[in-house]
């Protein structure tokens, strides 16, 4: 009874706008008990759209930041030493509606469709733009990933890696840039400036590479180098495949062992036939 009592009077509060529970990230609960922006964590929520929106900062790059790993302005930190920023959490932060609907969805298991009034955080504009570029990054994550000559293995004059980007909408070229010509390249998140090397035409690019390994292989001593180079990784590589293998024949050896053991009782008639099947398996 005491509990049935006390179910409807959640359910009472809740219809009168009142939340019951812990209030979520940027939010805390005033004397009415009704949400309330709370201004230090609020302000976070919205570096994190801006960081995503006008700096065109990765997730990845957002929880580098907040963790302290750059130089995050105003260092996020200190300011929030109990809260372990993980990429799922910044996930969470760009999907929660109550930040811009100006609704939280408790009491809607009770059968209160509405939910609860939450006073909105960031404006709908900014959430359209980063939902955008959001589902964008997620279409193109579960695209192939597209096989190219150079990818990973060139560096720019400004010591940046090459990377590629495949043709998309609005571009009707692939082409290579260097990581450094933008916001989140890691040069620029530690402080530096970025590239101005421009991008690169992929047809273009590869070419001029090839043409240039041709001239350089010309040369007895460059293809000298270049097979030491290639000898070296082969010989790290059979290293590698070594340490990787002698676990592997270990196994093999006390599987063998263990066979001969039910191969031994099986011949002396130890166990049942049901039991020594079990054991083969």
């Known amino acids: ?51 995503y929106d006008l700096e065109r900062l990765g997730v990845r790059k957002i929880q580098q930041r907040l963790s302290g790993v750059f130089n995050a302005p105003s260092r996020i930190q200190k300011e929030e030493p109990s809260t372990r920023w993980h990429q799922s959490m910044i996930h969470q932060i760009f999907n929660r509606e109550n930040y811009w609907s100006g609704r939280h969805p408790l009491g809607k ?19 359209k733009r980063v939902l955008d570029r959001l589902h964008a990054n997620k279409r193109i994550k579960k695209s192939p990933r597209s096989k190219t000559l150079l990818q990973g293995r060139i560096q720019c004059c400004c010591d940046g890696n090459w990377k590629f980007q495949s043709a998309r909408k609005g571009k009707t ?4 840039y260097c990581q450094n010509r933008y916001t989140d390249g890691p040069r620029v998140l530690a402080g530096g400036e970025k590239c101005d090397v421009p991008r690169r035409d992929q047809n273009e690019l590869e070419l001029m590479v090839a ?14 180098a270049a097979l030491q180079v290639s000898l070296r990784n082969a010989e790290q590589h059979f290293e590698t495949y ?27 008639g130890a166990l049942t036939d049901a039991e020594l099947d079990a054991k083969e398996k």
Request: glycine share 6%.
């Open 1 to 51: 009874m005491q509990h049935s009592l006390s179910h409807r009077g959640t359910v009472t509060a809740v219809k009168a706008g009142k939340f019951t529970s812990s209030p979520p990230y940027g939010y805390c609960i005033d004397e009415d008990g009704l949400l309330a922006i709370d201004e230090e964590q609020a302000k976070i929520v919205r570096m994190i759209f801006d960081w």
């Open 109 to 127: 298991t009770m059968g209160i469709a509405e939910g609860v009034p939450c006073p909105p955080i960031i404006a709908p504009e900014q959430v």
């Open 173 to 176: 070229k692939a082409e290579y």
């Open 211 to 224: 043409k240039a390994l041709i001239e350089a292989l010309k040369s007895p001593e460059n293809l000298s």
């Open 242 to 268: 070594g340490i990787e293998i002698e676990p592997l024949n270990d196994s093999i050896k006390d599987v063998e062992d263990r066979l001969r053991v039910v191969y031994r009782a099986r011949l002396n």
